[in-house]
């Protein structure tokens, strides 16, 4: 459907109606990890498939920073020998990883939840504790609505 | 219409909550009270410097020059540690925007059912199961979050901090999940500087008194050298002790997966007993997660790096990213023409990517391309 063309589009003229908040599952320890389950807010707004998806592969780019593993070891003992110094010059796995998933937050908010007049929130904007979807208007079927906010936006400008 | 832009450095560290302080571009995080850390740094700094001041040209001579090498690189890591455990954000969790703080009050309100009127309600607490553990997550009413695991609130810096393990007054910050192993390297370094110093003053006297005699050792040098001498070994002897405590201590909660805070509460000790649900079973994993783990970014960082972009635009309160209905009318479209002026193909926001620059640079750049 093309009722918000793009993310401009989006934030200028629709109202924002509410937020949905999906919180951190801690069953396996403190990774950092999203809960699946489906919130009853998203209903008729979204399809079920494609929000799962969304966080499962969130999760996964999660599981890949925080991976404790023979890659991890090396980089922690090269940046102890330098006493940390590395870091300073040195992009970490975990903040390769964040660039991303800000990436992938951004592609999927433009072709998935844009044009549902939804839009996700990088977690690490919310301290890594919820993922944030903004729930905007939705403005029906009627054609009238996206003209007259095309010209609210350009008289505005 | 367009939007009077304000270049000048805007500080938003002062606006966030909490009792940190910040310099350096708000790369600097540390507790109020800094007075005990300037301590630990003088009386690191001062002893190291009686050491190669007054011992190591004699132990350069007449031994080997390695020695003060050796020492210079140890004093040089502890430094480095200190003030990479001092000057690191521990890992404190941001505080609950207003959306979300409501969206859990209903959570919780709608688990609670309805309380008659009079009666305290349920306490706010979630369970979570860990490893066939049940972990119970406590509400912070400060914070207005349900911490998560591990986590606790720091009443000295009004902060919840991931994995809390302990506010240290002598590094002026809190040591938790981001700067842990910092703190368990400091210490440990700190309390290997203090042996080999220790040693080595007791070589230096054993060499001079076998070359002149005991008495004469102390008598021949300069006036003040006995009074360095003994302060020396004092601070020295002290320190050492409390050091290598402190160090075996730490080693301990490392190889069990344990915080301090953990084991003052008495967590997983007496009748709970072997269930910690963090704890691999296996002294090197536990050892490995903690000193080898991934290095977790600064989420406070990250969200002083978006309030400092939005921040250029004169708003009494903070002008989100994106507008939604509480920005204001004027500054709507000054946000519209920030975004077209860029290309309209997949370019990420500038403030979605981890700076590297300092966020006011960033902010500053961008208003002077809308001009």
Redesign the interface.
């Known amino acids: 459907s093309s009722k918000f063309h793009?993310l401009?589009d989006m934030?200028?003229t629709a109202?924002?109606v509410t937020?949905?908040?999906i919180q951190?599952d801690?069953?396996?320890?403190?990774v950092c990890r999203f809960q699946t389950k489906f919130p009853a807010e998203l209903d008729n707004r979204i399809e079920r498939a494609l929000l799962e998806q969304t966080v499962k592969t969130l999760n996964s780019y999660y599981v890949e920073?925080?991976?404790?593993g023979g890659q991890?070891?090396l980089?922690?003992?090269l940046?102890?020998a330098t006493?940390?110094?590395v870091?300073l010059c040195m992009?970490?796995?975990?903040?390769k990883v964040?660039?991303k998933i800000?990436?992938y937050i951004?592609?999927q908010n433009?072709k998935i939840y844009a044009p549902r007049g939804l839009?996700l929130t990088?977690p690490?904007?919310?301290?890594?504790?919820?993922l944030?979807i903004?729930v905007f208007e939705d403005r029906g079927s009627s054609g009238s609505s996206p003209s007259s906010s095309m010209s609210s936006?350009s008289t505005?400008? | 219409m367009s939007a009077v832009m304000i270049t000048r450095k805007v500080r938003k560290w002062e606006k966030l909550p909490g009792k940190n302080t910040f310099c350096c571009d708000g790369r600097v995080m540390m507790a109020r009270q800094k007075g005990i850390f300037y301590l630990t740094l003088f009386l690191i700094i001062g002893t190291c410097s009686l050491f190669f001041v007054f011992e190591c040209p004699y132990l350069a001579v007449h031994l080997s020059p390695a020695i003060p090498v050796f020492a210079v690189l140890l004093f040089?890591?502890v430094i480095?540690?200190l003030l990479?455990t001092s000057f690191s954000d521990p890992g404190v969790?941001?505080r609950?925007?207003p959306?979300?703080a409501n969206?859990?009050e209903m959570e919780i309100e709608a688990a609670n059912g309805n309380v008659p009127s009079g009666q305290r309600p349920p306490p706010r607490i979630r369970n979570?199961?860990?490893?066939n553990q049940i972990?119970k997550?406590k509400y912070c009413y400060t914070c207005k979050?349900f911490r998560?695991?591990?986590a606790s609130h720091c009443s000295i810096c009004d902060n919840c901090v991931?994995?809390f393990d302990h506010h240290c007054p002598w590094v002026g910050n809190c040591v938790g999940k981001r700067n842990y192993r910092?703190f368990y390297?400091f210490t440990l370094t700190l309390s290997l500087l203090t042996i080999y110093i220790f040693a080595f003053n007791i070589v230096h006297v054993v060499m001079r008194s076998v070359d002149h005699g005991f008495l004469n050792t102390l008598k021949e040098t300069p006036g003040t050298y006995p009074l360095n001498m003994n302060t020396f070994l004092l601070v020295c002897f002290f320190t050492l002790w409390s050091m290598v405590g402190l160090t075996g201590f730490h080693t301990y909660l490392i190889s069990l997966n344990q915080t301090t805070n953990e084991d003052i509460k008495g967590s997983w000790s007496g009748k709970n007993r072997g269930q910690n649900?963090?704890s691999h079973k296996n002294i090197i994993k536990n050892c490995?997660?903690v000193?080898?783990?991934?290095?977790?970014?600064s989420?406070t960082f990250?969200?002083l790096f978006?309030t400092s972009f939005s921040a250029s635009f004169p708003q009494k309160t903070t002008a989100p990213l994106?507008?939604?209905?509480h920005t204001p009318?004027d500054v709507?479209?000054s946000i519209?023409?920030e975004?077209?002026s860029g290309p309209?193909d997949?370019q990420?926001?500038a403030a979605?990517?981890?700076p590297l620059a300092s966020p006011e640079t960033d902010a500053e750049t961008s208003i002077a391309k809308n001009q």
């Not at chain 2, 979570?128 to 490893?131: K, L, R």
């Not at chain 2, 000193?291 to 970014?297: A, H, Q, S, V």
């Open positions: 793009n401009q934030q200028h109202s924002l937020k949905v908040f951190r801690y069953s396996e320890g403190t920073a925080e991976k404790v991890s070891y980089e922690g003992c940046a102890c006493a940390y110094i870091f992009e970490t796995r975990y903040e964040l660039k800000s990436g951004q592609e433009e839009l990088d690490i904007e919310r301290g890594m504790r919820v944030e903004s936006c505005a400008r | 040089l890591f480095a540690m990479r969790l941001p609950a925007l959306e979300e969206f859990i979570v199961q860990i490893n972990v997550l979050i998560p695991p591990r991931d994995r910092y390297l649900p963090y490995c997660e000193l080898c783990g991934p290095t977790y970014p989420v990250f969200s978006l994106i507008p939604n209905e009318d709507k479209p519209a023409a975004k077209s309209k997949d990420p926001p979605m990517l981890p």
